[in-house]
């Protein structure tokens, strides 16, 4: 059974100062172990975790996310007890609140990885990041070899047997999600969607279009030559 003794929630952030108090305390309402990662901000964002009553791992300089979900993913394998590891933003993006639904999709499916899905109503999504979405899930799911309709989204969980697979990734910035996703379908496990409200506040986005678009495409045509050989 899982509920929320076995599955660790691990929230990787940077200068999110004003929302991870809030965000962090919330999932401890749903989690009981609750791990924050601060990749190196250097406002408020170490204390303000720490103040919500969470687990909290500075890295010194900032590294990128997926180097921020690497190093949690690393102190969450070492905890007993644990099956699933749960991932969330710090800026308010993805609700507490809905975690439940994940567990309630892990018992039903027995899926090894579970990814949120905002693309069943975006009408609170921005034109152009629906747009992006939709297409980059769609050149994802054929590398996948299965539907992944929002490869984009970060909520997600992982269970424990392909954590060691998810910290050898070798990339550390945003795209390190997307080979999560490569990396569990060509083990053969299947992702399950898991709807989830589209939540978008004053945030601002830290990924850059142009840099991260030709990240992108870099990526796919490595994913390419990799299925090639």
């Known amino acids: 059974m899982i509920d929320r003794t076995n599955v660790a929630a691990l929230i990787p952030c940077y200068f999110e100062s004003k929302r991870i108090r809030e965000v962090a305390a919330r999932v401890k309402q749903q989690l009981d172990l609750v791990l924050v990662v601060d990749d190196g901000s250097t406002d408020a964002t170490e204390s303000e975790a720490r103040a919500a009553g969470v687990e909290v791992i500075r890295h010194t300089v900032n590294q990128g996310k997926g180097a921020a979900i690497k190093t949690g993913l690393r102190a969450l394998a070492e905890r007993p007890g644990i099956e699933y590891v749960l991932i969330l933003d710090g800026d308010g993006q993805h609700a507490p609140e809905e975690i439940s ?12 990885m579970l990814v949120g899905n905002r693309m069943t109503d975006t009408r609170a999504m921005p034109f152009v990041r629906k747009v992006t979405n939709g297409f980059m899930s769609s050149q994802i799911s054929k590398v996948c070899g299965q539907e992944v309709p929002d490869s984009q989204c970060g909520f997600r969980m992982i269970h424990c047997d392909l954590l060691n697979a998810m910290v050898e990734i070798v990339t550390t910035k945003f795209d390190y999600e997307t080979e999560q996703l490569v990396v569990a379908s060509r083990r053969g496990c299947r992702i399950a969607a898991v709807p989830i409200s589209t939540i978008y506040g004053d945030e601002k986005s830290k990924i850059h279009p142009v840099r991260d678009s030709i990240r992108f495409y870099e990526m796919m045509q490595r994913f390419k030559r990799e299925a090639r050989k």
């Open 101 to 112: 639904r994940f567990l309630d999709k892990a018992n039903e499916t027995k899926a090894p």
